[in-house]
């Protein structure tokens, strides 16, 4: 089991995914950060899926 | 909703914009905001709409310009020094700051748990704005965090404070001797502002999601908190805020505070009693409101920020009877409803809180409480209606109203519409993550509202109260001004507010002695 990271009293390293606006909002905090444009793996159409475990 | 927000920034002249999918829901929204619905339904599921209202020919053609020139090249919505690239998934980010200690989630519940357990055995925290994670869910990630010493804030939570740095909607306070544990994201935003306005600063937030004090998730991360600020030598008094939890959470908190705690404590469960813990010396206080929170840490911290908490967080009975029958007194006698319009959660709560002790008649909300009932509609006030324009029905796909104001702008007008009504409450949200001017936003729907009703001979009142402090880019002063010059009262807490739009429903017929000694003043003081 890896220990959990250091938290209060260090300086604050963030990962935003997901709305930009709160990763500005970090930016303007001088916080240092990462923006993810996050979007979900797009979904197979069942018949695709099906082909696809055939194969793979 | 990138591409609407730019196309209304382009020009003055463009009043509304809205290029969106034409989804049922959206095209229901469409027409609700005035376009026509015979162009509207034309429209089929896999086109796009682009709606632009505009004070001239000139603009509506630029706005519809730039629209298509946006749909048609991407790359010019980010045109402009807001130029900056976006990693695409999370393992990059994490070979990019291999030393990251906190993940802000704000994507579609169903992919949070995948993406949260992944990150629990890097040992690495998160903070969860995601709405719609399943109960088995949160309860499977925050029962595995508890094991790996990983602090999960949410899901839903928007707000917290780390470090004294806003994580995000977040307003700019002072570093100070204070930690909090909410459940309650505006609730948070409320307690700290107002403890800003007292000159008392807050080092740790933690905003640990509605959830977490049910009975299903136990409190987990609000007892994480707690332990958590207990070891942090610059805190001084710990809040913990929230809606009143199950009796047997509340008995796991009070068990611990009171027995293995040793720090000072306020406990404001939302609509709970008031007690001051004799049996802890002292130093365990427990309210029931936002305000009366701000008092008791105040009174905490010491005698001076005491009374200077009495002077920013209160308005004596006889000056709020002498400032609110002006208001009054302008308003028919069919006048007699009260319609809250809030962006706020924890407001709604706390506004249904208070005004279900003092209205007489019934009560409607999307979000009910306890003895409020439940509306037939969202979309339709009737009676007293307090109404949470952030609940689901008006989010979907669409953003939060603390961020996109259009919703309320709308609703705004279709209240003054209706004879019955005497007065609009209103919460505005500044800091971080809200819209850059939310009453700014608002101001022309507020004026039309009372010019509207002022063609019908009729007067109505307006009732605001503004969360946020003066270091938000906002402007707190300008906020109030603004709302000032448009006619509306503006108070300086949420549960003033509520008590004063009472006071304006009922003519001044409220028990004010006993709405104070409830929630608006600290038992001991009065």
Redesign the interface.
Known sequence: ??????????E???????????YN??Q??N??A???????APKLEKETEDILDKIL | MKISDKVRRISSGIIEASVIMATSTNKGILIRLGFPPSVIQEATESDIIIAVRAQDQESLDLAIHKANEMLESPEKISAGNEE?S?????D???N??P??????????GE?VKD?SLKLI?????QQI??DHVPIEDELEIKQRAV?????ILGPGSGTSI??G????F?NVVKEGPVGVVAAAGTGLQEVITLLDHCGIGVK?GLGVGGSDPKEKIGGLMMLEGIK?LEK?PDIEVIGIVSKPPSASIQEKIFNFISQDAKKKYVVAFIGGRQLQDDRTGGRIIQVGSLASAVLAFAKHIGKEQFMKARVKTRISQNDLLNMLEKEWTKLRDSQKYIRALYTGGTFTYEAQVILSGILPGPIYSNAPILNIKEMASSLASEANSIVDLGEEEFTQGRPHPM?DPTIRKLRILEEAKDPEVGVLLMDFVLG??SHPDPVGAALREIKEARDEAARDGRYLSVISHVCGTTGD?QGYDSSISKLQSAGSIVLPTNAIAAVGAALVGLRGKVDLEKIYSQYLTLGGEL
């Open positions: 089991m890896v220990e959990a990271r250091k938290l209060f009293d260090v604050l390293k963030v990962i935003n995914v997901g709305l930009d606006i709160f909002a970090l303007m905090q916080v240092k990462v923006d993810v444009n996050w979007r979900p | 900056k976006r990693l695409t998934d999370l990059s980010a994490l990019m700051m030393d990251a200690n906190l993940v802000l989630l704000s994507i579609p992919h993406i055995e890097r040992g690495i925290h704005f995601s094991k790996n010493g990983v602090l780390i470090n740095k806003g994580i995000g977040s740790q958590l942090d961020i971080y993550g880019p």
